[in-house]
């Protein structure tokens, strides 16, 4: 029971990999990972007019990081232009999941990723996952299975054997606000398997309109030759138990049991669920609370080479520490103010962790923001608990590591 929930959770949350789970090298960050102490990192600000809205139109990705020796391009694009709409006929969000071919003709490396909204007014974010060769045929059906481009897919792909663990997730890279071209570290890459395929999973969140989208990704490889060590991302989700504030605590969704209701209701019983699968993986109960948070154990040695963070709109702070509470405990994220349009990844100084070492992840959602985000007009008062839509909540740290 108990692993069959954690493969639940971890479909669950693999729907919010962003651009923070990336590689996380850039051409205006490689200078400050490459002398950072290690210490906390930090962002400023609070949420800006556009990242209200829809989140907000993204900018488009800005000049691309030089191409190192032995690299190349591929480029990967939406066969045709999707138009999205609410699948369950509730709600204001659809995810979408499109089949790609980068004709890859040998073993690779791959060292970046570079996504390209094509409608960012719709566009929420756009997660890349890899198909190894022996699923392509099961991909294909399934792309099959729904008219129009692609196929609904809430909580994850939708193929068999989704994600096996928190603790290697199944994907290459991924865009979401502030987003922009994600290159590993040098010496570093992600496997990807001669004939593999790509899928572009993309959340278009509804409440900017329906137009048509049309995204692509560019990803950035080198030869097996290279001899790169691989890389992995590790997934720290904690649960959200946001309550509604005294004197805006009429509407019936005030009530847990409501508001679990109708995010299943919206994503279906799968995803739906993923508020309560939560607690066999953190432990506890569920505590209405501003502040939450879910400690785990490693369960191998594996150094981490970059963090990152996410929530929705509601969220006020987020923290990674490792070992909390012992003498060799480290913050190695802390975003103070958090801000939408902010997610990119932040590189560290290398930090190890031996088998058993725990990992926290610890997050602060505020109701208050309701009364000055755009994105809630209109939307009744709820208790905010975990959910895939932009106007609900998640808490999730991530990790990029390589494994001794």
Not at 243 to 272: E, T, W, Y
């Amino acid at each position: 029971m108990r692993t069959a929930c954690l493969r639940a959770i971890t479909a669950a949350v693999a729907v919010v990999l962003l651009a923070a789970c990336g590689p996380g090298e850039t051409e205006s960050n490689r200078q400050a990972g490459a002398s950072s102490s290690g210490g906390p990192s930090t962002s400023a600000g609070t949420p800006s007019a556009s990242a209200t809205s829809r989140a907000a139109p993204a900018a488009r990705p800005g000049t691309l990081v030089p191409l190192r020796p032995g690299e190349k391009r591929l480029t990967v694009t939406m066969p045709e232009a999707y138009t999205p709409s609410a699948p369950t006929g509730v709600g204001t969000d659809d995810y979408r999941c499109f089949l790609l071919d980068p004709h890859l003709k040998r073993d690779t490396f791959l060292t970046g990723t570079n996504v390209l909204p094509g409608n960012p007014e719709v566009v929420h974010h756009v997660i890349l996952f890899r198909v190894d060769p022996k699923q392509v045929a099961e991909a294909r059906r399934m792309d099959a299975s729904q008219p129009g481009e692609g196929w609904t897919c809430f909580g994850g792909t939708g193929l068999a054997g989704d994600f096996t663990n928190l603790d290697d997730a199944n994907w290459l890279g991924a865009w979401a606000p502030g987003g922009k071209e994600t290159v590993a570290k040098r010496g570093y890459g992600v496997d990807l398997a001669k004939g593999s395929r790509i899928i572009m999973q993309v959340h278009y969140n509804l409440l900017a309109g329906d137009s048509p989208d049309t995204s692509s990704a560019q990803l950035r490889v080198a030869p097996q030759s290279a001899g790169l060590t691989p890389l992995h991302t590790v997934l720290l989700p904690a649960p959200v138990e946001l309550p509604c504030r005294p004197g805006h605590d009429s509407s019936p969704l005030c009530d847990r049991d409501a508001a679990v209701a109708d995010v299943k209701a919206r994503f279906g019983a799968g995803p739906g669920s993923t508020a309560d699968l939560l607690y066999f993986l953190c432990g506890g109960k569920p505590v209405p609370s501003e502040v939450t948070s879910c400690t785990r154990r490693v369960p191998r040695a594996m150094t981490i080479l970059g963090v990152a963070g996410h929530m929705h709109l509601l969220g006020r702070s987020i923290r990674i520490e490792t070992n909390p509470g012992t003498p060799e405990a480290r913050t190695i994220l802390r975003i103070p103010i958090w801000n939408f349009d902010n997610q990119g990844a932040k590189p560290i100084a290398p930090v190890h962790l031996d088998p058993l070492d725990t990992v926290k992840v610890t997050c602060r959602h505020v109701q208050w923001l309701r009364d000055r985000l755009p994105a809630f007009q209109g939307q009744p008062e709820r208790y905010v608990v975990w959910g895939e839509g932009t106007t609900d909540e998640m808490c999730l740290g991530m990790l990029q590591v390589a494994f001794d």
